[in-house]
């Protein structure tokens, strides 16, 4: 824990330092006339739209603080056609006068703004800015947020309660553990319960998702916002948002984290802070997954990294405290070259509002960055243009989290001495970090960094791929074998990124979310085993089929859909994700395909050593299987009760893609016209 506090310490120092240390923007000095927006009764805004009969509509007050007459020449929602910020049929007006406007000196006017939504609206929300230019000059123009909600409230409440659930779960088995009840299975029921319940959330909210919302509808593509200011005087903001990787991306893992932790035989000594930390480690994957502020992002992330550094350290196998700090030095590395691009290109952005109407010389807000053309920008940073320096950090911390060649040694340590439950959390959160990293910063943000280097970050693609098969052909152990097949997935996930191309972006996404459920059912199946025999090692495991049946089909399907075999849900994302990239890299995508070859032989081989190797009949002496009579007992009720739906999962969406490829058309959309706005053209 203390190299987990050190690295986390050193992200949060470094970021700090890096905003403070920027070049001082004094406010500008007011003249004694300036302009000035308020909220009905005074103060900040956003203000918030009320119904009424025709839609919705609130006031804004425009105040003339000056010694002089003040003319309002224009005032508008903020966005134009080409980037419009706000849905449709916003409209804002002098009240009782037209424009332009005179304000005595000392008085104020009032401004009507009305949203009529459409009857068949995509958006159930508004976020937006109202743009004010006056004949102040010195001011500028000066702009007020604005704010609405269709349908109940709790719908802008959704993702902070996706994020509590777990947070208070936490809360109270770590009180369990205060009143000393240590042993017991409350945490483990408590845990349980939580996840539960996120996951109903998760899936009800990917059921009224609107997969082909993009930008162009407004809300920067985003439902169900959630936006405020943090701290004012840094530019942060509490941004919460889904978008299509986020929608896939909440029910996938929320399912995952609860049947993981469901079929849990023996209870950890010190079951509440195993459990506590357990579900602090899912509520940050879940604030991650929605967070649109890279401050909030990396916050999350390092909650996540510190949980899941506790978990590993304190209830892991013998080797688990190094197996701890890899994680730790691995995640608060990743943590702090993320930081140090983000607050580069915050210093280097342009000047915009923050959601109440604040002008702001900063930010933070991965859409207002993505739409600064860093590209066109002189600046430097760390002696080299920012665009290529920034997008080379991104990308450092990409594969770092992603487990990709050559950062991918630490998720087999880790695999091998976690708890099953932390372990499948840890190959959840990690890679789905890693994930949004590439996507959302480095593709989002920094398109012409991703042009730039498109090429370098194909070829590692095709190298993970390689590099994991390769491993995984040397592998007996299934829980290490996991970690193989993630890094080969990682490579898909690369591969798809630097295609430039929707069918490789769509293949990137598809690939990073379900992968999760392959190895989710993959690690489930190694830990079940590993609680029978004390091992997972195939090549002790010869013959066991026999006895597992059903153990043994459900390892082959998980196993299979893990290796990207054709006809189960993790072959859809690789295969995107090589189309994409054929045209352009063709001898790479070739690479990359045969490195699906090899494991899915590298599976196969580990499957067949425990269906056709004969059982070693010191296993019918075993201590270990004299509970159940020398024999190895199947899975048991709780096991399928976790298994089976990830395995049914993995089948039907083999057969069945429109589920996953259905949920990423707005996003996909978004990132293609970002990175190749001619190939995306007709989308």
């Known amino acids: 824990m203390v190299a987990t506090l050190r690295t986390l310490c050193l992200v949060v120092v470094a970021l700090g330092w890096l905003v403070l240390a920027g070049p001082a923007r004094a406010d500008e000095p007011r003249r004694a006339g300036t302009v000035r927006l308020e909220a009905p009764g005074g103060g900040r805004g956003p203000i918030t739209l009320r119904p009424d009969r025709e839609g919705f509509s609130g006031e804004i007050v425009i105040v003339n603080d000056g010694k002089e007459p003040l003319v309002v020449s224009r005032i508008a929602p903020r966005g134009d056609a ?3 910020r706000v849905p449709p049929k916003l409209a804002v007006r002098i009240a009782d006068g037209t424009i332009p406007a005179s304000i005595p000196p000392g008085a104020s006017r009032k401004a009507v703004v009305t949203w009529t939504p459409e009857p068949t609206t995509r958006l159930r929300q508004l976020f937006g800015h109202v743009v004010v230019t006056t004949s102040d000059e010195h001011t500028g123009d000066v702009a007020m947020g604005v704010r609405a909600q269709v349908g109940a409230p709790i719908e802008g409440r959704l993702l902070t309660i996706l994020i509590a659930i777990p947070f208070g779960g936490a809360l109270l088995t770590f009180l369990l553990r205060l009143l000393g009840r240590r042993g017991d299975r409350s945490g483990h029921a408590i845990g349980a319960l939580a996840l539960a319940l996120q996951t109903a959330l998760a899936v009800h909210l990917y059921r009224g998702f609107q997969p082909d919302v993009s930008r162009i509808a407004g809300n920067d593509g985003l439902q169900l916002v959630e936006h405020a200011v943090w701290i004012r005087s840094l530019s942060i903001e509490l941004y919460l948002g889904v978008d299509g990787i986020g929608a896939l991306g909440l029910v996938v893992t929320s399912v995952v ?18 459990h506590a930390a357990l579900l602090v480690l899912d509520a940050a994957m879940v604030g991650a997954l929605v967070a649109f502020d890279g401050v909030v992002f990396v916050l999350f992330a390092a909650v996540a990294v510190a949980a899941a550094t506790l978990l590993v350290g304190s209830w892991g196998g013998g080797a688990r405290r190094e197996a701890a700090t890899r994680l730790a030095v691995v995640g608060g590395l990743a943590l702090l070259l993320l930081s140090i691009a983000l607050v580069a290109l915050a210093r280097n952005a342009d000047a915009t509002y923050l959601v109440d109407g604040t002008k702001a010389y900063r930010t933070f807000n991965l859409a207002e960055l993505s739409r600064v053309p860093f590209g066109a920008k002189a600046a430097t940073f760390l002696g080299g243009p920012i665009v290529k320096v920034s997008f080379a950090l991104v990308l450092a911390s990409a594969l770092l989290l992603l487990a990709a060649f050559p950062a991918h040694g630490w998720l087999s340590d880790v695999l091998a001495e976690a708890p099953a439950a932390t372990g499948i ?18 593709c989002a943000v920094l398109p012409e960094g991703m042009r730039w280097a498109s090429g370098v970050v194909v070829a590692l693609g095709a190298v993970s791929a390689a590099y994991g098969a390769l491993l995984a052909l040397g592998e007996t152990d299934l829980r290490r074998l996991a970690a193989c097949a993630t890094t080969t997935q990682s490579g898909f996930v690369l591969l798809g990124a630097a295609s430039l191309t929707p069918q490789g972006l769509s293949g990137a996404i598809v690939t990073g979310i379900v992968r999760v459920l392959a190895c989710g059912v993959f690690l489930l199946l190694a830990s079940s085993i590993y609680e029978r025999a004390k091992t997972s090692d195939a090549a002790r495991l010869g013959g066991i089929a026999a006895q597992m049946p059903g153990w043994a089909t459900a390892l082959a399907a998980g196993g299979l859909a893990q290796a990207g075999v054709l006809g189960l849900g993790g072959a859809w994302g690789p295969l995107l994700a090589l189309l994409g990239v054929l045209a352009s ?30 059982i070693d009949p010191a296993w019918s002496e075993s201590e270990l299987l004299q509970p159940s009579g020398g024999r190895f007992s199947d899975l048991g009720f709780r096991e399928w009760i976790a298994v089976a739906p990830l395995v049914l999962a993995v089948v039907v ?10 949920r990423t058309t707005g996003v996909v959309r978004d990132l293609a016209v970002a990175l190749s706005p001619d190939q995306a053209g007709g989308l």
């Open 257 to 274: 984290a609860f049947l993981g932790l469901l079929p849990h035989r023996s209870i950890p000594s010190g079951a509440a802070g195993y």
């Open 653 to 662: 969406l083999g057969l069945w893609p429109a589920p996953l490829l259905g």
């Open 585 to 614: 890299y063709a001898p790479l995508a070739i690479v990359s395909a045969i490195a699906l070859v090899v494991i899915a032989a590298a599976h196969l081989s580990a499957l067949a050593r425990v269906v056709f190797a004969p």
């Open 425 to 442: 959390l840890v190959a959840t959160v990690f890679p789905t970090l890693g994930l949004c990293a590439l996507l959302r910063i480095g």
């Open 82 to 84: 080409s980037d419009p």
